[in-house]
């Protein structure tokens, strides 16, 4: 069984790497973006295939390695993921989301080749959401947010028409927010970690830059999404779309006092303007009870034990 992976030095990708390599009969392709850092899976390039000459804005280079590995599943990962980036950025990441996976489908369709996909979509796609529709479920409206959460619907939107249009074996998803080991430092859970580790070894004063505390998410641990994914890649019906979630939000706030809660050093905490958001979703709190169903996936590792891991892996880092 041929397995390629789009975005594989990433952080949902080296997870998946571990995940395949742990099994038996399973053949893994990456692909990563030349000179791009494949720091998550020098551990891994031993045991896998990984090919760096490869872009997804490049169809022409798509379509040569979709030829030379002819896989049977696809978890497409490659994006531009990072919200922010995406206010200062809005035309990179609609092309690199979007075009990037017209590339991708269109290599596939011009090679005839039609493996099982995952197009690994966003919470952030249902953006506005009253309080009368949480818990969210695949029906709710989706009011995008920012250009990110637009550059996810259109890969979601797309994978659809593909499926509809041509016959693919696209298999859509809506992933909620996940965190653990090796998260990018960017993101909230995997930026205070890391400051308090710097703080820790006194990198760093004892003083943690916030952006807004009140927004509330719904955490997955990384390891327990990478199962959600493959059973749904398994098990779930092409064209359709599954929301993959714990059922659960913490608060920012919760979560930076549950990561300081873990250090003996005092720290203070300020607000940095810089790290405020146009516009922001207040809360995601996600249903899926369709995935459930379907799959018999539930989430195993509990969230202070995935922001332990997450701060112990800064604190090896640093």
């Not at 990433?10 to 692909?31: A, D, M, P, W």
């Not at 509330?216 to 990384?222: A, Q």
């Not at 300081?260 to 203070?268: G, H, M």
């Amino acid at each position: 069984m041929k397995v390629l992976i789009t975005g594989i030095a990433g952080f949902v990708g080296s997870h998946f790497t571990e995940f395949f390599l742990k099994r038996k009969n399973i053949q893994v392709y990456g692909i990563e973006r030349w000179k791009a850092s494949t720091e998550n899976i020098e551990h891994l390039k031993d045991k896998i295939d990984l090919y760096d000459e490869c872009d997804i804005n490049d169809i022409v280079s798509m379509r040569d390695i979709l030829k030379k590995t002819t896989p049977d599943y696809i978890i497409h990962l490659a994006a531009q993921s990072f919200v922010p980036t995406s206010w200062t950025a809005p035309a990179e990441t609609i092309k690199t989301n979007i075009i990037g996976e017209v590339n991708l489908f269109e290599a596939l369709r011009s090679l005839k080749l039609n493996p099982r996909i995952i197009v690994a979509g966003s919470s952030e796609e249902y953006g506005f959401v009253k309080k009368e529709e949480l818990p969210i479920r695949e029906t709710n409206p989706l009011r995008p947010l920012s250009p990110y959460a637009v550059s996810k619907i259109g890969q979601d939107f797309l994978g659809y028409q593909y499926y509809k249009s041509y016959g693919m074996n696209i298999i859509r998803t809506r992933a909620f927010n996940h965190t653990g080991p090796r998260r990018g430092e960017s993101f909230v859970t995997s930026n205070f970690a890391k400051q308090i580790a710097m703080i820790e070894k006194g990198k760093q004063k004892p003083v943690i830059l916030v952006g807004s505390l009140s927004a509330k998410r719904d955490f997955t641990d990384v390891r327990d999404m990478v199962k959600a994914y493959w059973a749904i890649m398994q098990k779930g019906v092409p064209g359709e779309v599954y929301n993959i979630c714990s059922g659960r939000t913490y608060a920012v706030q919760e979560v930076l006092d549950m990561l300081l809660s873990f250090t003996k050093k005092r720290v203070t905490v300020k607000k940095d303007p810089a790290r405020m958001r146009p516009s922001d979703v207040p809360v995601l709190l996600g249903d899926c009870t369709k995935m459930k169903k379907i799959t018999g996936w539930e989430p195993e590792i509990p969230f202070k034990k995935t922001l332990e891991d997450l701060l112990d892996y800064w604190r090896r880092k640093l």
